[in-house]
């Protein structure tokens, strides 16, 4: 089924591992991959020190350098490469700010968002890592950001919460949900392989399609 994909996303909550498991599946076949540049954004540290003011410029600023990204890197094929594999699609701009903005301002940012989308490729199919809440904030206490140790259970589960209300109201992409469950796919070569079959070597329909692992 490779042959198949020209572009997979890898999405998730904050902490679920996609950056990780996207570098890993490009390093095995060789793939391109795409990673956010989440880490210069001048506004993420002071949106979780507070919300309420930052909310809004963190969101168009996430938006315009997503967008720049994608045009930048997706705009011509890698002819080296087998597929592309990213750890973010451009939606993930709408889900968060769902679930970040006031109503005024969410439909403001909805206009500009989906008059950007149509410009953009669309994924072949669209991976998302779903761990629980505990997993979540283990992972992002290990890695250390210091702005990240605001974050609060309530706030992923509103993030969670906004991704599934997303793929429930866009239907016409090929979802596969991968629900986690004490899967290590990091540390352990056969948790990883299980995700690579099922990502690779099952033919997946448009809409959501959801596994579970042990």
Same mark, same amino acid.
């Given at each position: ?44 540290? +002071? ?5 309420? %003011? ?55 940012? %909805? ?56 793929? %429930? ?24 392989? +299980? ?6 070597? +099952? ?12």
């Amino acid at each position: 089924m490779i042959q198949d994909y020209r572009y997979i996303v890898i999405e998730g909550n904050i902490g679920a591992g996609k950056t990780s498991l996207a570098t890993m599946i490009a390093n095995r076949f060789n793939a391109r991959v795409l990673l956010e540049r989440f880490a210069d954004n001048p506004f993420l540290p +002071k949106f979780y020190e507070d919300p309420s %003011r930052y909310s809004f410029p963190l969101e168009l600023s996430f938006l315009a350098d997503r967008y720049m990204q994608m045009k930048e890197e997706l705009g011509s094929l890698e002819i080296f490469a087998p597929f592309t594999v990213a750890d973010y699609y451009f939606n993930k701009s709408l889900v968060f700010a769902s679930a970040t903005l006031g109503e005024e301002e969410y439909k403001l940012y %909805r206009q500009l968002f989906h008059i950007i989308l149509n410009s953009l490729p669309r994924p072949d199919l669209y991976v998302y890592l779903n761990a629980d809440t505990d997993r979540l904030m283990k992972n992002i206490k290990a890695r250390g950001r210091d702005y990240e140790s605001g974050i609060t259970p309530e706030y992923l589960n509103g993030i969670q919460t906004a991704y599934f209300n997303y793929f %429930r109201q866009n239907p016409g992409y090929r979802y596969l949900i991968i629900s986690l469950g004490e899967t290590d796919f990091v540390n352990s070569e056969d948790d990883f392989q +299980k995700i690579v079959d099922e990502i690779f070597d +099952k033919e997946r329909k448009t809409g959501i399609n959801r596994i579970f692992l042990d």
